[in-house]
């Protein structure tokens, strides 16, 4: 099936630096998402995008909505150790009879060094 | 806190076993999912319930059988499953299923199956 190509696949980065990944697809997408997901856990919904060109900030994460409506990026600022985990970018878009279908990227994975 | 509650956390069933996945969501969504997540593969969705009426079957096979009472509840049925059925079931609630509405996951069930 359609996924997203999420980028980078992993990091390994020093406490305080500033992080950033992206995702990028052919298709047009209603809303972005982003997601972060601890070992054994679901995902959690960090930030949501609706429309293209938006720049959501919460707490040191950023996000912006690509203006073709066909990628996003996700920036964490001064990394500590809690932001350990995977990270997956997620897009809605429309289907059949005003249905979401939610695709996935296929995660970035991030260790932070203390 | 996500809103959506998923018991039992693990559980470990043999082939010939039945048991039920239970979530919860606390949220007044009207939309419900349930998604497998198996190692190095991408979330795949199993089935949709909008306004308690299930609207999609994406081709999971005969020995998962969802349930939804209500709105707020969501039940995955399990009876003669495969080892290869062993993977992490994540139940997700939206406000609608509509390509402008984030979805919002439970914890998972860790399900293994011997």
């Known amino acids: 099936g359609q996924q997203l190509n999420q980028s980078p696949q992993s990091m390994f980065i020093q406490e305080g630096e500033d992080v950033s990944m992206n995702c990028t697809s052919s298709?047009?997408?209603?809303?972005w998402l982003w997601y972060k997901q601890d070992p054994g856990e679901g995902p959690v919904l960090l930030i949501a995008l609706y429309k293209a060109g938006e720049l959501t900030s919460n707490g040191r994460l950023t996000a912006q909505f690509g203006i073709t409506r066909k990628d996003s990026f996700l920036n964490i600022s001064a990394s500590i150790p809690s932001d350990v985990g995977i990270y997956f970018c997620a897009g809605l878009r429309q289907g059949s009879g005003n249905t979401g279908k939610l695709i996935f990227g296929q995660g970035t994975t991030l260790q932070v060094k203390p | 806190e996500t809103g959506v509650t998923q018991t039992p956390r693990h559980l470990v069933m043999g082939m010939t076993n039945k048991k039920s996945l239970k979530c919860e969501q606390h949220l007044g969504h009207n939309a419900m999912y349930w998604y497998k997540q198996s190692a190095k593969k991408p979330l795949e969705l199993m089935f949709v319930?909008?306004?308690?009426?299930?609207?999609e079957n994406n081709s999971v096979p005969s020995r998962f059988s969802p349930e939804c009472p209500n709105s707020s509840h969501l039940f995955l049925h399990l009876h003669t499953l495969q080892p290869e059925d062993s993977a992490l079931y994540l139940c997700?609630?939206?406000?609608?299923?509509?390509?402008?509405?984030?979805?919002?996951f439970g914890p998972g069930t860790r399900l293994t199956v011997t």
């Open positions: 997700a609630s939206s406000q609608e299923w509509g390509a402008y509405y984030e979805q919002y």
């Open positions: 298709s047009i997408f209603n809303t």
């Open positions: 319930y909008n306004f308690k009426e299930q609207t």
